[in-house]
């Protein structure tokens, strides 16, 4: 366990220059993911030194750049609240609010941890702190720096995911490194911050000309009672003998899948026929046959859902570092014995890029069944689905505080909500796979994963 040193209260800098209040009313897109469990992400960085230059030295840096970083992102020390007089929660930040900096120190073995050996799931929980959720109120961020002494730190990172979707939460911990590896060098009066990482709050450039919003807030309303206004998320838990598994595919590794799959379509009837043979797709293929093999899935069916950011892909196109969800959804629907036949692979991927394919109609395109998707599930009988979650884009492993880029950043939430993750790899080279399962189906998982590539 963490032993809690000291929960500093970590206010926006210089709040003179900011509202005395805002209000962010939820979109559609945040709707969808109102009680889902908090996304949870953790940072492991190596620190060889004594404790005391960590206390001395860093931790007043990470405090003093993470006040600043709030100046940008300042609705994050707000709260998600659900007024009676409003028919949909919204994000409200007052002037004084603040944001909870949890600073602890572990005894556990961090080169365990933060090492690519499996580990029980539940090891690394108490590198994180939890999010404030009431009924009617909730927090939106919360921060843990964890030292372990003479070896390294982590910051673990929970956010509320009706207010954050991946490309905010990373945004924000990226625009936090940057101000702290540059602190000496950035006045506090320009707060200057690269153009890249800075927040766009505009919420009227998302258009819901098909009602989304209502369906949304509708479905959540019936879920737990009648006009059920709470924002209360859901409380999965962790199954037991779960351990978290981090595996790598290398950019070859990944070349050899592309040719594999290109080579067996070759002479097919259907061999023109449009194939996404992107490095996300062809690597979230590969480790969905793993994965069902490994599980040895009896369900007839499997849904992969795969998570579309809609920024770049609205009518008109939003700005990149828009601050809200904006994530939309495509499945692919295949059938068990399919994937665990010769051709596995390469009906995975030819699935999944006939989902990708339905992009061209529209990224907003059967938006009206998303909610339904979520809460109730596909109307197909005998079905076990897998999600999927990150991305290689965020460059999550270029996140530097000043010390050096991470050993390892592991993506937590996914012990309870089952999805596959993938990542930019710590060394540069290809992408990481991520995945939590029973112990006897991760070492399956981990044989076949790389037995799959050397074979």
Known sequence: MAKIIEIFNVSPSSPQELPSQTSLPLTFFDILWLRLPPVQRIFFYEFPHQPSLFFNTLLPKLKQSLSLALSHFYPLSGHLIWPLDSHKPIIKYIKGN???????????????????????????????????????????????????????FSIGVTSHHAVLDGKNSTSFIKSWAYLCRNLESISESTLSLPNEFRPFYDRKVINDPDGLEAKYLSAWLKQGGTNNRSLKVWDLEVPEDSVRGLFQLSRLDIEKLKKFVVSKQKGARNENENLHLSTFLVSIAYACVCRVKAEEIKNKNVIIALNIDCRNRLDPPIPATYFGNCIGARLAVVETSEILGEDGLIVVVKLLSEALETLKDGVLNGAEDWSSWLLDGVAIADVKTSGTAGSPKFEVYSTDFGCGKPKKVEMVSIDRTGAICISDCGNGDGVEIGIVAKKKAMEAFASLFVNGITS
Request: aromatic share 6%; with cysteine; net charge negative.
């Open 98 to 152: 603040s944001l909870s900096l949890t600073v602890a120190e572990s005894d556990a073995d961090f080169n365990l941890l933060s090492g690519n050996d499996l580990c029980e799931a539940t090891k690394v929980h108490h590198l994180l702190s939890n999010l404030n959720i009431s009924h009617d109120h909730a927090s939106i961020l919360a921060l843990q720096v964890t030292l372990f002494p003479n070896y390294g």
